[in-house]
């Protein structure tokens, strides 16, 4: 059996998962790993900080050269919608190019939570997918993700809800079988997004909630540290419907994972 029928096989038997085992094992984990978690959004959001600039300081400069332009808005005979293209384009790109970063860098922090869960060796490698031979999957997947996304915004509100589950499983699928196809990664997303969805999303709503009230709490700059936390239930319940292959090297694969009726 090739490796996508093995872990579609794996996901169709898949047993019942318990909202509260989940969850504290979130709690639990995000104990080992706030961390890494803290370093990997810190290093997204400096990744950012040029792209930043470079999409903004064309329009700061054309408020110093023309400050009136900007401060009459009530004058805009003079306005031309061309000039808001090229803001438009790079906009988009710098969108895809955001995905693509977070896409890789939530990947190895699942591949890091992984070492930390199971208490592998391993080293704390946040830029293990954004390097070759992943980085190709890395933007294949993103031009994926940024399909489905634009599709169920173009199908109105609810479709958006629906993908969430799958797009956010898609990140550890992809962390833990990189050798599948871009395809094949959707197509289990999509799967295991359409057997654990009421639980994978309300999961992603109580975690999110919990994370931002606690990062509130902790005087605002505390949520940089609490986001990571909305990140470890989508690796529980992985790990708890596929499972991980033991000793895999050795050719003796025995799954980590778990399920709860």
């Given amino acids: 059996m090739n490796a996508i029928n093995s872990l579609l096989d794996k996901i169709e038997k898949a ?13 639990e984990l995000f104990k080992k790993v706030w961390v890494q978690g803290l370093v990997m959004l810190l290093l997204i959001m400096l990744l950012m900080v ?12 054309m408020g110093l050269i023309d400050p009136q332009s900007f401060q009459n808005m009530e004058n805009m005979q003079d306005f031309t919608p061309l000039l808001m293209i090229p803001f438009i384009i790079f906009a988009l790109l710098f969108s895809f190019f955001a995905m693509v970063i977070g896409l890789g860098m939530k990947a ?5 939570c992984k ?22 999957k890395v933007i294949k997947l993103s031009l994926a993700t940024f399909g489905i996304s634009v599709a169920a915004m ?18 550890a699928i992809f ?6 196809s871009t395809s094949e990664i959707v197509k289990a997303a999509f799967k295991l997004g359409n057997k654990k969805w009421l639980l994978t999303f309300g999961l992603m709503i109580v975690s999110g909630f919990l994370a931002g009230i606690v990062g509130m709490l902790m005087c605002c700059i505390g949520i940089y540290v609490t986001t990571s936390f909305t990140y470890l239930p989508i690796y529980f319940i992985y790990k708890e419907s596929v499972g991980f292959d033991k000793n895999e090297s050795n050719g003796n694969k025995e799954s980590y994972g778990m399920s709860y009726e």
């Fill in 154 to 171: 173009l199908l109105c509100f609810l479709p958006i809800i629906y993908v969430m589950v799958p797009i956010a499983l898609m990140n």
């Fill in 15 to 27: 047993k019942a998962l318990d909202f509260g085992t989940i969850f504290n094992q979130s709690i």
């Fill in 108 to 112: 190895s922090f699942y591949r890091i």
């Fill in 175 to 180: 962390a833990f079988n990189p050798e599948l």
């Fill in 50 to 61: 040029p792209f930043y600039l470079i999409m903004y300081l064309p329009m700061l400069g």
């Fill in 115 to 136: 070492l930390k869960d199971l208490e592998e060796m391993g080293a704390d490698d946040y830029f293990y997918y954004l390097k070759k031979p992943y980085l190709g």
